[in-house]
């Protein structure tokens, strides 16, 4: 079955950068658009940002100019690179493969805490 798995999320202070990986297995990954959501405490999850098989990218206002994604079909991974990172980004991050007229997929998730 599909398998998506995080990693790269842990403490940063504010201002600070981190990488998020999410490496994807059981599918046709170069076809499929990819996304991150994340989750705080008490909210909704949000959509961060989504990639599409060509490559083309959409964000958050929230954080447009501060984080990119993108995607290496020949290693089945999308990367989330943030920076200026704020404490109100502070949230569990997952990864998502759109369905195609199938259900989504997603990743069991990785924790980003931004505090001094």
């Known amino acids: 079955q599909v398998q998506l798995v995080e990693s790269g999320g842990g403490l940063v202070q504010p201002g600070g950068s981190l990488r998020l990986s999410c490496a994807a297995s059981?599918?046709?990954?170069?076809?499929?658009?990819m996304g991150w959501y994340r989750q705080a405490p008490g909210k909704q999850r949000e959509l961060v940002a989504t990639?599409?098989?060509?490559?083309?990218?959409n964000y958050a206002d929230s954080v447009k100019g501060r984080f990119t994604i993108s995607r290496d079909n020949n290693k089945n991974t999308i990367y989330l690179q943030m920076s200026s990172l704020r404490p109100e980004d502070t949230a569990v991050y997952y990864c998502?493969?759109?369905?195609?007229?199938?259900?989504?997929?997603w990743g069991q998730g990785t924790q980003v805490t931004v505090s001094s």
């Open positions: 998502n493969r759109k369905g195609l007229g199938t259900p989504d997929y």
């Open positions: 059981g599918g046709i990954f170069s076809i499929y658009v």
């Open positions: 990639i599409t098989n060509g490559g083309y990218t």
